[in-house]
Nanobody, 124 residues
């Protein structure tokens, strides 16, 4: 079992930055892929970014490429999402996720473990 606790959301203005954190506990996850998803009101959950925990390979949705950075700290067992140049359309509940394979997927149903979510609101 893997437990995920995400935090760091808040209310910011357009152009501001925010860093989300996801504390990971439970089974060893050296062969796990970690990721971030978001869900805006009335919309389906969508893929944001993923990282292969073993090799550090990263993947991004086109909508956040160049603005968001996913990273992990093995010593702290924590996943991060640094979000820069935030836009109103980034407003959503952000959730970290994990899957016990070395391959990422953009489909939420392929991910086994989820954090509780943290609200990010970007005002114009």
């Amino acid at each position: 079992q893997v437990q995920l606790v995400d935090s760091g959301g808040g209310l910011v203005q357009t152009g501001d930055s925010l860093r989300l954190s996801c504390e990971v506990s439970g089974r060893a996850f050296s062969r796990t892929t970690m990721g971030w998803f978001r869900q805006a009101p009335g919309k389906e959950r969508e893929f944001v970014a993923a990282i292969g925990w073993l090799l550090g390979s990263t993947y991004y949705a086109d909508s956040v490429k160049g603005r968001f950075t996913i990273s992990g700290d093995n010593a702290k067992n924590t996943l991060y999402l640094q979000m820069n140049s935030l836009k109103p359309e980034d407003t959503a509940v952000y959730s970290c996720a994990a899957r016990s394979t070395t391959y990422y997927s953009k489909r939420p149903t392929d991910w086994e473990y989820w954090g509780q979510g943290t609200q990010v609101t970007v005002s114009s």
